[in-house]
């Protein structure tokens, strides 16, 4: 009987896969692509179901999971009852004679011979070479069977294992289960075995492997009456196979052998083998109900004097005071109008970061790299090392002489990393989020300061921005979880939404999510009347302290054009680390 697709099939197979949803037009998203879960990055909501057509598809392209829904249900074993109960093939239930081969073979695997007559293994009739598991239901009828070549040559063989067709998959060891106590479940037969071997009563393994669950069914009303089950599956890329299936299907009780039990071994048999009974043992009785991975006890949690928080200090003794310096693990959102001096705040806080021996990432989507540099060399380098001539207008001009570039640049060399905007991906390699770039220069470069400026030319970047304001929302929220992981400092440049008097929180352009997801907000403004001053910095939101300096409490600030500088009122010239190792140049001492 053909099938029709129903959105109520879509939904109920959500459900029966526990993934999490939200219907969008005519789509129904998924969180995580049930197939790649999202890649390395977690990328969500990347799969939806068209709930007219029933087409599916994952937009990862490295994952590029796609089809009609009929074939989604059967890769995840959704029963869409279409309308017939299968029909398996009755087996001839004549008595299993036990063979000499299968015994020999399966002492080689640590298995006994009671073991193997208790389990009726033996070989076929028409090649010795072939071990067979017979699987019985609880009726002691025989329903499936298994095969598996002793002597199987890679590339010349075509199966190692396989079954008889048409058969009705149930669990191995079901007959010889004792009571409805404990079930000790593992993937292979051989892995069942060795858990038997152990004198454990209750050993089962799966009929067809971990992805396979058509077995669950067929076997729901026996399995569902064990007070709890043990999966025993194999310890494969850091997961125990079966376990998060079985722990979302099954009713009872579901506890997982313990990583750490498993003693870096694969499975159940290379246990016993390697490390003997009692090993086996132990596993399963330390078995426990795996922890969520994303709840903790908060008692166990570290607690931190956040004073005593690392920083890097801005040096701008206000500000310093106000938030505590640019404390590791946080998002600060910088702010202002435009032209106002945003980009020059965020380069003078880079030089305070590489001052403090801090490695550093600049993404800036305005200026070319070599923009950005003269303007982080001026700042570094100071009133002394900067030549001042008039121009024929009678302006200034200021330029700093080719050794004292170049010494700069060694101080900060293999420190200071700046994004590539002309890197576009190689001929059909993926396209790099800048937060998978950051992450990676995080890791590759030990860089503790990220600064992006600014919001709107980094979401060129991401690219699913069709929805900017969930793009951006998730960008920032991206940028926090980066933070918090690494222990890093991420300054965020953004426009304001409107020019008003006052700044407040809710002034930045974009997603409001932006300004909820910052830990500091603070807006850079120039002003004018003043006579100490020409600039103040408003600090709007602030997490971790709670003090605010807005309207006539804002930290007023000057700004040297020579220097490009920005500091606080009468406070003595700054020196960075590179004057240290200043070896002059007979042309460029200082002026
Ligand atoms: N008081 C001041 N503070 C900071 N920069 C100033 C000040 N006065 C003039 N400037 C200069 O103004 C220019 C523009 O500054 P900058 O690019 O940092 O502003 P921005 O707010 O980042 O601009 P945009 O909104 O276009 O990104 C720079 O050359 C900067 O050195």
Not at 1 to 27: C, N, P, Q, V
Not at 226 to 244: P, R, Y
Not at 496 to 514: C, H, M, T, W, Y
Not at 516 to 530: F, G, L, P, Q, W
């Given at each position: 009987m053909s099938y029709e697709f129903k959105t109520e099939d879509a939904y109920g197979l959500a459900r029966a896969i526990g993934a999490d949803i939200h219907e969008k037009g005519d789509e129904l998203f998924f969180?995580?692509?049930?197939?790649?879960?999202?890649g390395g990055n977690r990328d969500k909501n990347t799969f939806s179901v068209n709930?007219?057509?029933?087409l599916f598809k994952c937009f990862r392209a490295s994952c590029d999971y796609h089809g009609h829904f009929v074939e989604l249900a059967r890769d995840f074993d959704?029963?869409?009852?279409?309308g017939e109960k299968r029909v398996y093939r009755k087996l001839p239930q004549k008595p299993v004679v036990v063979r000499n081969g299968a015994i020999e073979y399966m002492a080689k695997r640590g298995i006994s011979s009671e073991i193997c007559r208790k389990y009726e293994l033996t070989t076929r009739t028409d090649n010795k070479d072939i071990l067979v598991f017979p699987f019985y239901d609880e009726t002691g009828t025989l329903q499936f069977v298994k095969y598996r070549n002793m002597k199987f040559r890679k590339g010349i063989d075509k199966n190692k294992e396989w079954s008889e067709a048409e058969t009705m998959p149930i669990l191995f060891g079901i007959k010889q289960c004792k009571d409805f106590d404990r079930l000790i479940i593992t993937e292979g037969q051989i892995d069942s075995l060795s858990v038997a071997e152990c004198g454990f009563n209750n050993a089962v393994s799966v009929p067809t492997g971990a992805t396979g669950f058509t077995w669950l069914a067929n076997c729901w009303d026996w399995i569902t009456k064990f007070h709890d089950v043990v999966v025993f599956g194999d310890n494969e890329h850091g997961k125990i196979t079966l376990a998060d299936t079985l722990r979302a299907r099954l009713p009872q009780t579901v506890k997982v052998v313990r990583k750490k039990d498993y003693l870096g071994e694969k499975d159940a048999n290379d246990i016993l083998l390697k490390y003997g009974k009692q090993a086996i043992r132990a596993a399963i009785e330390n078995a426990e109900i795996p922890q969520l991975e994303n709840v903790k006890d908060l008692a166990l949690v570290q607690s931190v004097d956040i004073n005593a928080l690392p920083k890097i200090k801005t040096n701008i003794p206000d500000i310093d005071r106000l938030i505590?310096?640019?404390?590791?693990g946080q998002v600060i959102l910088l702010t202002g109008k435009r032209g106002h001096g945003k980009s020059t705040f965020m380069s003078q806080l880079v030089c305070e970061a590489l001052d403090q021996r801090e490695n550093v990432f600049i993404y800036s989507g305005e200026l070319a790299d070599y923009h950005f540099k003269r303007w982080i060399d001026f700042q570094l380098a100071g009133t002394d090392y900067i030549k001042a001539i008039q121009n024929i207008y009678g302006d200034y001009e200021y330029t700093i002489g080719d050794g004292v570039i170049r010494q700069i640049s060694d101080w900060y060399k293999g420190r200071a990393y700046i994004y590539d905007n002309n890197w576009l991906p190689e001929d059909g390699a993926e396209f790099e989020s800048l937060p998978e770039t950051i992450e990676k220069v995080i890791k590759q470069y030990g860089v503790r300061l990220v600064c992006i400026d600014n919001l709107m030319t980094a979401?060129?970047?991401?690219?699913?921005?069709?929805q900017l304001y969930l793009a951006q929302s998730n960008f920032v929220g991206q940028l926090k979880k980066i933070a918090v992981k690494y222990d890093v400092v991420v300054i965020l440049v953004a426009h304001p939404r409107k020019s008003k008097l006052e700044f407040d929180n809710d002034d930045v352009a974009g997603s409001a999510d932006i300004t909820n997801k910052a830990d500091v907000v603070m807006s850079y403004e120039r002003i004018e009347n003043d006579d100490t001053c020409d600039s103040k910095l408003s600090i709007?939101?602030?997490?971790?302290?709670g003090k605010y300096a807005t309207k006539d409490k804002a930290i007023k600030l000057c700004y040297s054009e020579r220097t490009k500088r920005i500091f606080p009122y009468g406070l003595y010239p700054r020196h960075y680390g590179w004057e240290d190792y200043f070896q002059p140049v007979e042309e460029e001492l200082p002026l």
């Amino acid at each position: 009987m053909s099938y029709e697709f129903k959105t109520e099939d879509a939904y109920g197979l959500a459900r029966a896969i526990g993934a999490d949803i939200h219907e969008k037009g005519d789509e129904l998203f998924f969180k995580y692509c049930p197939q790649c879960r999202g890649g390395g990055n977690r990328d969500k909501n990347t799969f939806s179901v068209n709930l007219k057509s029933g087409l599916f598809k994952c937009f990862r392209a490295s994952c590029d999971y796609h089809g009609h829904f009929v074939e989604l249900a059967r890769d995840f074993d959704y029963d869409l009852g279409f309308g017939e109960k299968r029909v398996y093939r009755k087996l001839p239930q004549k008595p299993v004679v036990v063979r000499n081969g299968a015994i020999e073979y399966m002492a080689k695997r640590g298995i006994s011979s009671e073991i193997c007559r208790k389990y009726e293994l033996t070989t076929r009739t028409d090649n010795k070479d072939i071990l067979v598991f017979p699987f019985y239901d609880e009726t002691g009828t025989l329903q499936f069977v298994k095969y598996r070549n002793m002597k199987f040559r890679k590339g010349i063989d075509k199966n190692k294992e396989w079954s008889e067709a048409e058969t009705m998959p149930i669990l191995f060891g079901i007959k010889q289960c004792k009571d409805f106590d404990r079930l000790i479940i593992t993937e292979g037969q051989i892995d069942s075995l060795s858990v038997a071997e152990c004198g454990f009563n209750n050993a089962v393994s799966v009929p067809t492997g971990a992805t396979g669950f058509t077995w669950l069914a067929n076997c729901w009303d026996w399995i569902t009456k064990f007070h709890d089950v043990v999966v025993f599956g194999d310890n494969e890329h850091g997961k125990i196979t079966l376990a998060d299936t079985l722990r979302a299907r099954l009713p009872q009780t579901v506890k997982v052998v313990r990583k750490k039990d498993y003693l870096g071994e694969k499975d159940a048999n290379d246990i016993l083998l390697k490390y003997g009974k009692q090993a086996i043992r132990a596993a399963i009785e330390n078995a426990e109900i795996p922890q969520l991975e994303n709840v903790k006890d908060l008692a166990l949690v570290q607690s931190v004097d956040i004073n005593a928080l690392p920083k890097i200090k801005t040096n701008i003794p206000d500000i310093d005071r106000l938030i505590g310096g640019l404390v590791m693990g946080q998002v600060i959102l910088l702010t202002g109008k435009r032209g106002h001096g945003k980009s020059t705040f965020m380069s003078q806080l880079v030089c305070e970061a590489l001052d403090q021996r801090e490695n550093v990432f600049i993404y800036s989507g305005e200026l070319a790299d070599y923009h950005f540099k003269r303007w982080i060399d001026f700042q570094l380098a100071g009133t002394d090392y900067i030549k001042a001539i008039q121009n024929i207008y009678g302006d200034y001009e200021y330029t700093i002489g080719d050794g004292v570039i170049r010494q700069i640049s060694d101080w900060y060399k293999g420190r200071a990393y700046i994004y590539d905007n002309n890197w576009l991906p190689e001929d059909g390699a993926e396209f790099e989020s800048l937060p998978e770039t950051i992450e990676k220069v995080i890791k590759q470069y030990g860089v503790r300061l990220v600064c992006i400026d600014n919001l709107m030319t980094a979401m060129e970047t991401v690219q699913e921005n069709d929805q900017l304001y969930l793009a951006q929302s998730n960008f920032v929220g991206q940028l926090k979880k980066i933070a918090v992981k690494y222990d890093v400092v991420v300054i965020l440049v953004a426009h304001p939404r409107k020019s008003k008097l006052e700044f407040d929180n809710d002034d930045v352009a974009g997603s409001a999510d932006i300004t909820n997801k910052a830990d500091v907000v603070m807006s850079y403004e120039r002003i004018e009347n003043d006579d100490t001053c020409d600039s103040k910095l408003s600090i709007t939101k602030n997490r971790l302290f709670g003090k605010y300096a807005t309207k006539d409490k804002a930290i007023k600030l000057c700004y040297s054009e020579r220097t490009k500088r920005i500091f606080p009122y009468g406070l003595y010239p700054r020196h960075y680390g590179w004057e240290d190792y200043f070896q002059p140049v007979e042309e460029e001492l200082p002026l």
